[in-house]
């Protein structure tokens, strides 16, 4: 798993400050007045709204669509081979964004967001290959626990990228110090500033080339190879190298003989197994594919808003100081520490509780216990909101806010990736699973949108410039709690199965009595 699969975790806090020296260029010790004229005075330090949003929201979009068209291409082609373009997509597409120049302000963002689509496309297909291949390689007693490992994985990711953000912004920092933006607006921002924020999205390309090898050297699952292309003997095959037996006793077939096999198999199975558009597939899964998407779904609102706007709660209780008391590439450390120390105490313990206690405890379980104590937090916070802004109290919001995390990822964000990997079959698996995982995106991009605007000051005077009066930053944490508790309700609809193996849950065995003894000694050991 590509630590880049974080990108629940995106960081626009950090990209937002460091686009301002391409966004108001006269800020720079040498102005570049060649490319935007020079205002009077700047009265602010945040991104106009449009910037923002296509910022947080494009990459979002391409995640979307990836999640769909990928899961989709899984199940037709293959999952290894698929997993392989998602990759190369994703390191392309890092090293793109950091490159993205032009002669003007709006070129940069406008090549920005393209390759960010891009990267995000590529992100979205990793989401339900990645829990797919995993959930057929697993066996039934430790599922679970791999599942939720190879999703807990960008926990160190997101640790990876506070960490990078921290050591370049803090060397550029030492190396190029700037007034205040309250002292001199436009020398706050040093024309080196531009290079931090494209060195971390650059960064982000490593971990994922250095996974490239070992995607490609894994054999493709045997639960696709026997029970979706029929191919029962390649399946053995594979299987026997996975758990290093020795393959001749299931010998694989000649090349050419392949062909006819998968040929035959669908001819003989596959005609008379329903598909996803089908009342067969409605009566059997339909509520649990309605369960994987709702809950995912208001999950992602929920998480994303808080996630991607951390800099503006933060600043909000006072826990990072006004941005017009720092520099640009001051802000920019300060938010990385801040975002480093909660995923270090709340995020990545999180996920690796959920790895401990998933085959323990059960997914129903955690995802109703993460749902509870989300919706209980976020109400602790919302309610006495005041008391925490309070500088003495400051303190406490952080903690409750890092317990926020801790049961997001001890709780929902895992198992709403888990379980649409293990209850549908295998013909599909990989198309529910990005179903599921585009529902979630879906309420991403709601969360990251709406969150941009509803939590402006009620208080016309206190908006910030460009946007209109929202609900404020308490009542939005009111209706991230109200989003929690919808999750929890619709976290009935899905079932739990932990102990049960796939084609259990699936009801495959059920499907194709004939086709089952084929397959049985190709999976027996998965």
Known sequence: MVPL????????????????????????????????????????????????????????????????????????????????????????????????????????????????FWLGFGIGGDYPLSATIMSEYANKKTRGAFIAAVFAMQGFGILTAGVVGIIVSAGFKHKYPAPSYAQDPSGSTVSQADYVWRIILMFGAVPAALTYYWRMKMPETARYTALVARNAKLAASDMSKKIQKNPASQACPPRGDRG????????????????????????????????????????????????????DIFSAVGWLPKATSMNTIEEAYRIARAQTLIALCGTVPGYWFTVAFIDVIGRFAIQVMGFVFMTGFLLALAIPYHHWTEKSNRIGFVVLYGFTFFFSNFGPNATTFVVPAEIFPARMRSTCHGISAAAGKA?????????????????????????????????????????????????????????????????????DESARSGTEAAIRAV
């Open 443 to 511: 309420g991403a991009i709601i969360g990251a949108f709406g969150f941009l605007y509803a939590a402006q000051s009620q208080d016309k005077a206190k908006v910030d410039k460009g946007y209109s009066p929202g609900i404020g930053v308490r009542n939005s944490i009111f209706f991230l709690a109200a989003c929690s508790f919808l999750g929890l309700l619709f976290t009935f609809f899905v079932p739990e199965s932990n102990g049960k193996s796939l084609e259990e849950m699936s009801g495959e065995n059920e499907e």
């Open 260 to 311: 006819g096999a998968r040929e035959a198999g669908r001819a003989d199975g596959q005609s008379s197994s329903f598909g996803l558009f089908t009342k067969a597939f409605m009566r059997r899964h339909g509520l649990h594919l309605l369960g994987t998407t709702t809950t995912w779904f208001f999950f992602d609102i929920a998480f994303y808003s808080s996630n991607l706007f951390q800099k």
């Open 5 to 116: 699969h974080g990108h629940r975790h995106r960081r626009h806090g950090l990209l937002h400050r460091r686009l301002r020296p391409l966004l108001h260029p006269h800020r720079h010790k040498t102005p570049r007045s060649h490319l935007l004229p020079r205002p009077r005075r700047p009265q602010t330090r945040h991104l106009p709204p449009n910037i923002s949003a296509a910022v947080n929201g494009v990459a979002l979009c391409g995640t979307l669509a990836g999640q769909l068209f990928f899961g989709w291409l899984g199940d037709k082609m293959g999952r290894k081979r698929v997993y392989g373009m998602t990759l190369m997509l994703m390191v392309i597409s890092s090293i793109a964004s950091g490159l993205s120049f032009s002669n003007s302000a709006n070129g940069v963002i406008a090549t920005l967001c393209f390759f960010r």
